[in-house]
């Protein structure tokens, strides 16, 4: 068992420029398992409700992820997000939020999912993170993703959460409101200095950026020219990241940019369709296939500027 997240498992209902949909999966820990299932064995830690049916189940099982710990409550509903995009679709305007079954949501971790290697703690209320971290204190490294709706509301669980992580993937608005700094370097070194090792900053449309102390890394956003719905978009990066440290012997710097370019790789995909739909029916073709078209994009040979060679001379 390498990999082990714990987020929402939702239903969602998104309206795009392009369309909508009145009610999809969704979710922080659906989003990021199927991505990272292409890379490493997955079991999701969350709750649904009643209404969670057996359609919504064979999408988890399709990708063989490990639903063992996925709770049910019989008579409850299943947590629900309603959000609009506008024309830009950078940013997700929250309409509506039903915690639902997640108000009431104790993470119970088997045995199995405590001996994880590596931990995503997904979009959920800042405590359980912390409740979870310390559930699996033997894991390699853990990594934590937030949103405004809890920057906002528990601005202190969210600092303690980070506290006590390896790696915070979070977007750079997030990042500026967390740290209450404007300029996204000196955000990034504030929120470094509350403990993780390293900051990985996804920034839409115009790719992700990672920090560590003394480094940084960067790399534009694959280009498409039809983005539909930016929907879970994240979490498929934060599960491209993820997945793809989790297949790997030593999560190291060099692997942890390798991460970087599989996480803009899945989540290029996801926003091609609504919701899951994409990531359902991808295979390991596309992928690497996209990996490489990352690779040529951002190639360049170090051959110094003829004139300023010369100059030194
Ligand atoms: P993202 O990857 O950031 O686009 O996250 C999208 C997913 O987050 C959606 O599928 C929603 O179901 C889920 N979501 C939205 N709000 C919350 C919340 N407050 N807590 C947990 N999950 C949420």
């Given at each position: 068992m390498s990999l082990l997240v714990v987020g929402s498992v939702a239903f969602d209902a998104v309206e795009t420029p392009f369309g909508k949909r009145e009610r999809m999966l969704g979710g922080s820990a659906t989003h990021f398992g199927l991505s990272a299932s292409f890379f490493t064995d997955v079991r999701v830690v969350g709750v649904v409700g009643g209404d969670f049916g057996a359609e919504e189940m064979s999408v988890f099982e399709g990708r063989g992820i490990?639903?063992?710990?996925?709770?049910?409550?019989?008579?409850g509903k299943t947590f629900f997000w309603r959000g609009r995009y506008e024309f830009d679709l950078n940013t997700a305007h929250t309409l509506d939020t039903q915690l639902n079954v997640f108000a009431d949501f104790q993470p119970k971790l088997s045995e199995a999912s405590r001996g994880a290697r590596m931990v995503f703690l997904g979009n959920i209320q800042p405590d359980l993170q912390r409740e979870v971290r310390e559930q699996v204190r033997g894991a390699e490294l853990v990594a934590l993703d937030t949103m405004n709706y809890w920057i906002t509301s528990v601005p202190d669980a969210v600092k303690a959460a980070i506290s006590a992580v390896d790696v915070v993937i979070i977007n750079d608005a997030e990042a500026r409101q967390l740290s209450g700094e404007p300029n996204l370097i000196r955000a990034a070194r504030a929120i470094l200095s509350w403990g993780p090792r390293a900051l990985v900053v996804k920034r839409g449309e115009y790719g992700a950026a990672m920090f560590t102390d003394g480094a940084y890394f960067a790399i534009p956003a694959y280009p498409l020219e039809s983005v539909f719905d930016p929907t879970g978009a994240g979490d498929t990066f934060a599960g491209g990241f993820m997945g793809y440290l989790a297949s790997q012997d030593v999560a190291d710097e060099a692997a942890m940019r390798r991460a970087i370019i599989f996480g803009s790789v899945m989540a290029s995909f996801n926003v091609?369709?609504?919701?899951?739909e994409r990531v359902q029916r991808l295979t390991h073709e596309e992928i690497n296939e996209r990996f490489a078209a990352f690779k040529r994009m951002t190639h360049f040979e170090e051959i110094p500027f003829e004139r300023a060679a010369q100059a030194t001379k």
């Open positions: 490990d639903t063992g710990d996925l709770e049910r409550v019989a008579d091609e369709e609504f919701g899951t």
